[in-house]
Nanobody, 122 residues
Framework: QVQLVESGGGLVQAGGSLRLSCAAS????????MGWFRQAPGKEREFVAK????????DYAYSVKGRFAISRDSAKNMVYLQMNSLKPEDTAVYYC???????????????WGQGTQVTVSS
């Protein structure tokens, strides 16, 4: 049974950093396309970042490019999202997910974690 468990969220001031972690079980992150999404209150879930099964290719939403970095540790079966220069508009619940294809569309992701709250104060 697949489980994805996010951690690392919290309250941070604008300009600060956070590192989100996603612990995977029931699947191997190496060989899986993994993504991070976020959902703010009253808004649709949106793509943040993804990493290919080989780990060699990454992709980011325009709004986070240059500030966020996705990575993985195959030995620990973990996926990370390093978030720097955080802005109040980054406030959302962040989700880790496994993609069935190389896509930024949430409907192409079949397993999801429960989410972790990130709040950026101004």
């Amino acid at each position: 049974q697949v489980q994805l468990v996010e951690s690392g969220g919290g309250l941070v001031q604008a300009g600060g950093s956070l590192r989100l972690s996603c612990a995977a079980s029931g699947l191997t992150v190496s060989g899986s396309q993994m993504g991070w999404f976020r959902q703010a209150p009253g808004k649709e879930r949106e793509f943040v970042a993804k990493i290919s099964g080989t780990g060699r290719i990454t992709d980011y939403a325009y709004s986070v490019k240059g500030r966020f970095a996705i990575s993985r540790d195959s030995a620990k079966n973990m996926v990370y999202l390093q978030m720097n220069s955080l802005k109040p508009e980054d406030t959302a619940v962040y989700y880790c997910a496994r993609g069935s294809t190389w896509s930024a569309d949430p409907s192409d992701y079949d397993f999801w974690g429960q989410g972790t709250q990130v709040t950026v104060s101004s």
